[in-house]
């Protein structure tokens, strides 16, 4: 293999990295709306007293998201 074919080889290979890295973003996104929606559907069916207390044990766990 000649050093030409091997640098194309190694871009190519760089290249399908970076789309599977944006097609797992791109599905961790469309995960994480799904995980939302449930959510947002769990909030309306639960007590004021409860989604207070849920969402300062949220807070507590995953604060850094909104820091």
């Known amino acids: 293999m000649h050093l030409k ?10 290249r399908l ?3 599977m ?9 469309l995960a994480d709306v799904e995980r ?4 947002a559907k769990a909030f309306k069916a639960c ?3 409860h989604e207070k207390s ?3 044990w ?3 766990k995953h604060g850094e998201w909104f820091a």
């Not at 074919?5 to 760089?14: G, R």
């Not at 939302?36 to 959510?39: A, E, G, K, S, T």
Request: aromatic content about 12%; glycine content about 0%; hydrophobic content about 45%.
């Open 36 to 39: 939302v929606d449930r959510l």
């Open 21 to 29: 890295q944006d097609l797992w973003t791109a599905l961790r996104i």
């Open 47 to 49: 007590p004021k007293q």
């Open 54 to 56: 849920f969402l300062r």
């Open 5 to 14: 074919n091997s640098h194309l080889l190694t871009e190519c290979a760089y």
């Open 58 to 60: 949220f807070h507590s």
């Open 17 to 19: 990295k970076l789309a």
